[in-house]
């Protein structure tokens, strides 16, 4: 197939395959504003958080792996522009190379997750609830955000064209957003520590 993309017209908008990703990472966005609300409500009108009995997180890994996920975030938006100049190769490649670090870092936190869930339940206070939901809420967002590479990688594997150019955009967006929002997750996560 050909590795590059047909010249077309120049745009003078978004197209709409990125502005449906961009009203999905906004409505995602109002649904992690609601549970971080929750979370630091719940933290402000108890008065032991967490409560007894409950370790407070750990800061190193969790801070270290949200690190790595917002890093993996960049060579999907450099794979954006490599397939923006028909670069199709390097588009997946780069792609290829994040969903190894994504991959590794939502493997990590579901050990860590179950770990937690050893630990201390979901149903037993106020504190286990928010944690549990909004870690939950943060990895299905990064398995999803996997599906979405997956399957950039094997429409880039047919070829590239104008559709799957904008495909390889409203990823990189939704990598973008993803990344922030574990960023809130994580440094909420670990703001009793």
């Known amino acids: 197939m050909s590795e590059t993309v047909a010249p077309g017209r ?16 906004l409505t995602e966005g109002t649904l992690f504003g609601s549970l971080l ?9 108890s008065p032991q958080w967490p409560p007894d009995g409950i370790e407070a997180p750990s800061v190193a890994l969790p801070l270290a792996l949200t690190g790595a996920l ?7 938006v450099l ?5 923006h100049r028909g670069r199709r190769g390097a588009a997946m490649a780069l792609v290829s190379a994040a969903l190894v670090v994504q991959g590794g870092y939502l493997a990590w936190q579901i050990v860590s997750f179950l770990h937690d869930l050893d630990s201390f339940s979901p149903s037993a206070t106020a504190y286990g609830s928010i944690y549990f939901t909004l870690l939950a809420a943060d990895h299905l967002h990064v398995a999803l955000g996997i599906l979405f590479s997956l399957w950039v990688v094997v429409r880039l594997a047919v070829g590239l064209n104008p559709y799957r150019l904008v495909t390889v955009q409203a990823v990189a967006l939704y990598w973008v957003v993803v990344a922030l929002l574990t960023v809130l997750v994580t440094l909420t996560q670990v703001s009793p520590s």
């Not at 120049?10 to 990472?25: D, E, K, Q, S």
């Not at 794979?79 to 397939?83: F, G, K, Y």
């Open 37 to 45: 609300g929750t979370y630091f409500y719940l933290r402000f009108n």
């Open 10 to 25: 120049a745009r003078r908008t978004l197209p709409n395959g990125v502005w449906g990703m961009l009203i999905f990472v």
């Open 70 to 76: 917002v890093l993996s975030a960049v060579p999907v």
């Open 79 to 83: 794979a954006a522009l490599a397939a």
